[in-house]
């Protein structure tokens, strides 16, 4: 099966029905998109499939072959993804940091659907999960984002 990632097409001989989460990261090496609950719940494991947010746990990687499938490597190769990743930076929401990934990619998708979110749009959008409740500092950051 070919998929392509960040760019670049990858051969995978796998079974059609395995998660996208373990083609990423047991097959290719992938790493920082991180499994959380495997329920499609959390959000760590969100990955961009054609520009939108996709929880790759629940997501079989036969259904995303011949899709554009963007992971936490390669954002910063994105203008959108790279001013998210910079307000970021600037807003310092990461602490422990095990959610930020998907936080990245969710916010990423949203600014692209809606370059100017409103605070509504905001809070439906980010969803995923954070143990640490940087959900201010989160919203603070997708602001900032769509701002520059």
Known sequence: MELTINGFRHQVDIEPDTPL???LRDELGMTGTKYGCGLAQCGACTVLVDGQAT???VTAVESV???EIMTIEAITEDPVGQKVVEAWVSNQVPQCGYCQSGQVMAATALI?????PSDEDIAGAMINL???????????????AAEA
């Not at 692209?112 to 100017?116: A, G, I």
């Not at 954070?130 to 900032?144: D, K, L, P, S």
Request: glycine share 6%.
């Open 21 to 23: 989460l373990w083609v």
């Open 55 to 57: 929880r790759s746990c």
């Open 65 to 67: 072959a011949g899709s």
């Open 112 to 116: 692209k659907q809606s370059p100017r």
């Open 130 to 144: 954070c143990r640490c409740g940087t959900y201010n500092a989160i919203a603070a950051a997708v602001r900032q």
